[in-house]
């Protein structure tokens, strides 16, 4: 096991940045969701993380309050990743410290960027992302296979 999110990078890059994101519900069964994430730097400890951006009131959301614990599965063909750790969340709804309102606006553009988006008119973005209340899920990773 390790910790190294090179293989992420590289399956996630073939296929969208497209990941299935699993969060655990209040009766311990699984919630999934399939989210565009990226490999980022971490906001406050500068490690590697795994981030994407969820939508203010999503299920998802509601769980990593909780229950923190999640996995992100990235694949193209027959060929997977799978990073478990520890989520974070920093949005509108959930500070995350060292992070303020600018930090998130900044952050929300990086795990874009960083899950292969691009964007022309980032203002428009920002006010899209504010009014959806969209938050940023940071996974730390404790376990990457089968990298």
Do not use: C
């Not at 490999?39 to 490690?47: A, D, F, K, Q, R």
């Not at 992100?72 to 063909?77: D, H, L, N, P, T």
């Not at 600018?102 to 920002?126: C, I, K, M, N, P």
């Amino acid at each position: 096991m390790t910790s190294d999110l090179s293989f992420v990078r590289e399956i996630g890059s073939r296929d969208s940045f497209l990941a299935v994101v699993a969060t655990t519900r209040a009766d311990g069964s699984v919630q999934t969701s399939v989210v565009n994430a990226g490999v980022i730097e971490h906001p406050v400890s500068g490690l590697e993380v795994v981030g994407f951006v969820a939508q203010g009131g999503a299920l998802k959301l509601r769980n990593l309050r909780t229950r923190p614990q999640a996995t992100a599965v990235f694949r193209s063909g027959w060929q997977w990743v799978a990073v478990e750790g520890i989520a974070e969340i920093a949005g509108p709804d959930d500070d995350l410290d060292g992070v303020g309102p600018e930090g998130l606006r900044q952050l929300l553009r990086a795990v874009f960027t960083a899950a292969g988006g691009s964007h022309d008119d980032w203002d428009e973005y920002d006010r899209v992302m504010a009014e959806d209340r969209r938050a940023v899920v940071l996974i730390t990773p404790e376990r990457v296979y089968p990298a």
